[in-house]
Every structure is written in C-alpha cells, then in structure tokens.
C-alpha cells in the first residue's frame, strides 16, 4: 500500500534525522568545552557540525512530516 510506505519512510527518516541531530548537537558541545580545539581545525569542525544541525532539523521537521502526510514540497 502506498499510504503504509510513506508513513514508514517518513517515520525513518524522522528517527534518523533527530540521531543526526543529536550527534551534530553533541560534537557541537565537545568541540565548545575543549580547549585543545581552539585552533583553524575546531573552528572548521564546529562550523560544519552547525550546518548538519541545521540540515538535520530541516529533515527531521519538514522533509519528513512532508512524506509522512504525503503533502506537496
């Protein structure tokens, strides 16, 4: 059934997204309370792990309610 599908593919990428989301998050504090980090490298690896938060809660807030409901994008 078509309806089933995109519920379970909206539910998957949901899940998937916010683990994403939470790793991002957590690299995010790692790099902050390191000292060690506080050079060209930690502030590459900071800002790359902003914009995958960033992406990831686009997916996990709008892609995939938008599959889950089957709405237009």
């Given amino acids: 059934d078509s309806m089933k599908d995109h519920k379970i593919a909206g539910a998957i990428l ?3 997204a916010m683990i994403g989301l939470a790793c991002n ?3 995010i504090c790692f790099i902050n309370s390191m000292p060690c ?3 060209t490298f ?3 690896t ?3 792990a902003v914009v995958d938060s960033i992406h ?3 997916m996990a ?3 995939a309610p938008c599959i889950f ?3 237009v994008y």
């Fill in 14 to 16: 949901f899940e998937l």
């Fill in 25 to 27: 998050l957590i690299v």
């Fill in 37 to 39: 980090l506080n050079n």
């Fill in 42 to 44: 930690g502030r590459l």
């Fill in 46 to 48: 900071l800002s790359q």
């Fill in 56 to 58: 990831q809660s686009l």
């Fill in 61 to 63: 807030f709008y892609s």
């Fill in 69 to 71: 409901y089957r709405s």
